[in-house]
C-alpha cells in the first residue's frame, strides 16, 4: 500500500463515517453526549480536502489526517483519533508498506490512545475493538495469508468487539457517569473504529 | 506570577467562574477556553493552544477542568510543546469551580507552583 492507495483509503473512511453519521450519534445518544457522529462527520468532513494534496509516504497522509481530525472534531474523538493516527503515522514513513508495517504501527497508534484516554481494553470503549483488531491481524501477519483476508478476518474481530461492548459497563468518558446504565448498549467509538476496519476491508477487497 | 487556564466543554460555564473570581482575585494571570470554537459543546484545539502559548510563564501555568475531553485535547497540545515549556504546565484533577477559587486566590496572594498544587491535590476528584 503506498500514499495514493493511503488517501484512498481514507476517503472511504471518510465515507463510511458519512454514511453512518446519524447512528453513530443515536449510539452516542444513549450512553453519551450525543455528538460522536456529528463530530466525526465534521472532522473527516475537514479531512477530505486535506487528501488532495501530494504525500510521498503513507505517514503524511495519516499526519495530515491526524492533525485535521485534532483541530476539527472538538468532542473527545478528536484527540483519540488524531493520537491514535499521528502515533501511526511516526511508524509509517516510508513510500510503501505492508501489512506487517501496518500491525507494527497499530500496535503504537493503540499505545498512543492508552495514554492519551488512561484506558485499558475492557473498559467500554475503542480499544475494545482495536486490540481484538491487532490480535487478529497480528496473527494473519505471521501466517502470511493476503492483506485481504486478514483484513476481513479483523472485520469479524472488530464485530465481536464491538458486541462485547454491549455486556460490560462503562468505566471511562462520559458513559462511566451512567453506571450499569450503559449495560446492553454498544460503545460508539468502538463503532465508529469497527466502521473504519470495514472501509480498510472494502478498499483491500476492491482492489484485490 | 503563576498563570491559571480553565477548560470546559461549555464557554458559559468558564465565562460564569471567571465572573466568580474576579470578584476575590483581580489581576491575576487567567486564561479561560469552553466550548468547541463554533458556539457548540466540546472543546477547541486551535484555541486551547493559543491560550496555552498565551498562559506561558515561567512560574507556572495550572489547568483546571471539567470533563476527559477537555483535558485530552489540552494534553495533545502539551505533547507538541519543548520539554522546557511543558515542564511549567500541571494539570490538577480538583472540582473545576472550587479548584479556580482556591487557586486564584494562591495566585494573588504570589504563592508559588508546588504550594498551589499543593492545595489543589486535597481537593481532587477522580476524573
Redesign the interface.
Known amino acids: 500500500m503506498n500514499a495514493r492507495d493511503t488517501v484512498a483509503l481514507f476517503k472511504l473512511i471518510a465515507k463510511e463515517i458519512e454514511d453512518n453519521k446519524t447512528y453513530l450519534t443515536e449510539l452516542d445518544t444513549a450512553i453519551g453526549d450525543a455528538d460522536h457522529g456529528i463530530n466525526l462527520s465534521r472532522g473527516f468532513g475537514a479531512v477530505l480536502p486535506k487528501l488532495e494534496g501530494e504525500f510521498e509516504t503513507v505517514g503524511e497522509v495519516f499526519k495530515t489526517t491526524a492533525m485535521t481530525l485534532i483541530s476539527t472534531v472538538g468532542g473527545a474523538s478528536g484527540p483519540l483519533y488524531g493520537t491514535f493516527f499521528l502515533k501511526m503515522a511516526g511508524a509509517l514513513g516510508k513510500a510503501e508498506i505492508d501489512l506487517s508495517d501496518f500491525v507494527g504501527a497499530l500496535e503504537i497508534g493503540i499505545e498512543g490512545v492508552k495514554a492519551r484516554g488512561k484506558a485499558q481494553k475492557g473498559e467500554k470503549t475503542m480499544l475494545d475493538v482495536l486490540i481484538p483488531v491487532l490480535d487478529s491481524l497480528k496473527n494473519a501477519a505471521t501466517t502470511g495469508i493476503p492483506a485481504k483476508d486478514a483484513f476481513d478476518e479483523a472485520l469479524q474481530a472488530a464485530k465481536d468487539g464491538c458486541e462485547y461492548t454491549k455486556t460490560i459497563i462503562a468505566t471511562k468518558g462520559r458513559a462511566s457517569y451512567l453506571g450499569d446504565r450503559s449495560l446492553g448498549h454498544i460503545d460508539p467509538g468502538c463503532m465508529s473504529s469497527q466502521l473504519m476496519v470495514k472501509a480498510a476491508a472494502a478498499f483491500l477487497g476492491g482492489k484485490a | 506570577m503563576v498563570s491559571l487556564v480553565l477548560l470546559s466543554h461549555s464557554l458559559k460555564l468558564v465565562e460564569g467562574i471567571r465572573d466568580i473570581i474576579g470578584e476575590m482575585a483581580k489581576g491575576i494571570p487567567l486564561f479561560i477556553s469552553g466550548g ?3 458556539g ?7 484555541q486551547i493552544k493559543d491560550i496555552l502559548h498565551q498562559a506561558y510563564r515561567p512560574e507556572g501555568t495550572i489547568i483546571l477542568y471539567d ?3 477537555t483535558v ?2 489540552a ?2 497540545v502539551m505533547d507538541e510543546l519543548a520539554q522546557d515549556m511543558k515542564s511549567t504546565i500541571k494539570i490538577s484533577k480538583a472540582p473545576l469551580v472550587e479548584g479556580s477559587v482556591v487557586a486564584a486566590m494562591e495566585i494573588s496572594g504570589g504563592a508559588p507552583l508546588t504550594d498551589i498544587m499543593e492545595a489543589l491535590t486535597e481537593m481532587e476528584l477522580v476524573k
Open positions: 468547541n470554537g463554533t457548540g459543546l466540546g472543546s477547541d484545539y486551535a470533563l476527559g475531553s485530552m485535547t494534553e495533545v
